[in-house]
């Protein structure tokens, strides 16, 4: 199956793609520039491509991006601290970002044939994100089959949208993902800060895997206070 990965260049797309292609499927990435912050993470996606000797086509969405304020991944609007059970983490919610994204990667597999578009949407994005979430995902599908009826057949693929993130550093860990090449931190530093909904939630997800977190923080311990009170079913 002849599979596009969307792929931001961060632990769980990399993970993804790193999983499609042990099972021989991977096809090539697809990458969005929306003017997000945190864009150094595309150079992580086209050194994923690199090395796994795929294609990589990075869209160019920054006029879009424009469109879609509000968001402190878009705005100038501080990124808040904390866990993504917070309310405030709701400003890093970017309007109909997965749509968007997963309508164009969908054009794209179908233009190249290709069978399927992977994301690597998860269980801890359902909180926040309500393009992460099963509902969408299967929604979406049959959308993508109509829009497509008769012309392509494309399956969207979702492996990890029940998963946690710590399922994802496990799977990534089978599949020799390189975690130390992924970017994940939302304030796009020359670190991780450690302290962003992303990188406490990737902090934790190596400790509950029980996987040696390669990451470098400005602060690597900023996660034990901020994860303290909140359940894994609560955050789903």
Request: net charge negative; charged share 20%; hydrophobic share 40%.
């Amino acid at each position: 199956m002849k599979t596009i990965v969307v792929c931001s260049g961060g632990l769980d797309s990399v993970s993804l793609a790193q999983r499609i292609a042990s099972q021989g499927n991977l096809f090539g990435l697809i990458s969005f520039d929306y003017g997000q912050r945190h864009r150094k993470e595309l150079d992580f996606a086209a050194a994923c491509a690199k090395r796994l000797g795929v294609f990589h086509q990075i869209i160019d969405m920054t006029a879009v991006g424009a469109q879609l304020t509000g968001s402190a991944l878009t705005d100038d609007v501080e990124v808040p601290d904390g866990h993504y059970a917070e309310e405030t983490m709701r400003v890093t919610v970017v309007p109909n970002r997965n749509a968007i994204m997963l309508t164009i990667a969908f054009g794209v597999a179908a233009a190249r044939q290709a069978d399927a578009v992977a994301i690597a949407v998860h269980g801890g994005d359902h909180f926040i994100y309500p393009d992460c979430r099963p509902g969408f995902i299967d929604a979406f599908q049959v959308m993508q089959n109509h829009a497509l009826d008769g012309y392509a057949k494309v399956e969207l693929l979702a492996p990890y949208v029940n998963g946690s993130k710590a399922d994802i550093v496990t799977d990534g860990a089978k599949h020799d993902t390189p975690f130390a090449e992924t970017w994940s931190c939302y304030k796009g530093g020359a670190r991780h800060c450690g302290r962003c909904g992303t990188c406490v939630e990737r902090r934790e997800a190596f400790h509950l895997a029980g996987v040696a977190d390669p990451t470098d923080y400005e602060d690597p311990d900023f996660w034990k206070a901020a994860t303290a009170g909140f359940s894994a079913e609560e955050v789903r």
